[in-house]
Nanobody, 124 residues
Framework: QVQLVESGGGLVQAGGSLRLSCAAS????????MAWFRQPPGKEREFVAR????????DNADSVKGRFTISRDNAKNTVFLEMNNLKPEDTAVYYC?????????????????WGQGTQVTVSS
């Protein structure tokens, strides 16, 4: 049974930083790409960032480029999202997802496994 557990969310002022973590269990972590998505209040879930199984390739949504960094530690079965220069529009529930191959999709419908989400609130 795959389990993904996010942590690290919270309330931060605009311009601040947070680091999200997602601990995975249930299958061999290093085989699969990973991704972060978010769901702002009243909106649909949207892609944030993805990383290949080795960590050698990453891809960010345009809205977070230059501010967010995705990384992973395969020895600890964990994927991270470092978020800097946070803006009020980054307020959302953030979810990690595990892909079905060594790369990860930008499309939420292609994921079977999701964490429970962690709330990030950025005040102005």
């Amino acid at each position: 049974q795959v389990q993904l557990v996010e942590s690290g969310g919270g309330l931060v002022q605009a311009g601040g930083s947070l680091r999200l973590s997602c601990a995975a269990s249930g299958r061999t972590f290093s085989i699969y790409g990973m991704a972060w998505f978010r769901q702002p209040p009243g909106k649909e879930r949207e892609f944030v960032a993805r990383i290949s199984r080795s960590g050698g390739s990453t891809d960010n949504a345009d809205s977070v480029k230059g501010r967010f960094t995705i990384s992973r530690d395969n020895a600890k079965n964990t994927v991270f999202l470092e978020m800097n220069n946070l803006k009020p529009e980054d307020t959302a529930v953030y979810y990690c997802a595990q892909g079905t191959s060594g790369w990860a999709s930008r499309l939420s419908r292609e994921y079977d496994y999701w964490g429970q989400g962690t709330q990030v609130t950025v005040s102005s």
